[in-house]
């Protein structure tokens, strides 16, 4: 299965985190953050790869998803043979927070990993969008 996928990540307490050697530390607040991602191989192995603990840090979200303070609370994938994870996170970025540069280094846009208040707000957003593209 290919296609993109959204997890919503509880951050327990206002933390910092280096993320890689180019973003550095970053400090991360309290709250739920939504990261948007594709898959164009295995939709199900990159998913079971980011719910692991036994990973090499790769990718920027590994960084943040072995930090002891965040937790993957939910998982939304989205079926489809065109990359979509770009259009996803543009429009969930809409009128929210972000961390800039994180998870986009392959592309143009700005971040692709969003800050909520709380895991609601987050849930709502991500379902909304993700279903604009039914």
């Not at 989205?78 to 543009?90: F, G, R, T, V, Y």
Request: proline share 0%; charged share 30%.
């Amino acid at each position: 299965m290919k296609g993109s996928y959204c997890l919503i990540i509880n951050i327990k307490k206002d933390t910092e985190i280096k993320i890689g050697k180019k973003l550095g530390f970053i400090d991360f607040k309290k709250g739920c953050y939504v990261y948007v991602g594709s898959a164009m191989n295995c939709l199900e192995s990159r998913v079971k790869r980011h719910l692991s603990d036994n990973k090499k840090k790769h990718w920027h979200i590994d960084y943040l998803l072995l930090n002891e303070n965040s937790k993957i609370e939910k998982v939304y994938t989205k079926e489809s043979d065109e990359k979509l994870e770009c259009e996803i996170a543009k429009k969930i970025i809409e009128n929210e927070e972000s961390i800039a540069d994180f998870g986009c280094s392959d592309c143009k846009c700005h971040s692709h990993l969003i800050y909520f208040k709380n895991s609601k707000l987050a849930n709502l957003k991500v379902s909304s969008v993700l279903n604009s593209f039914d």
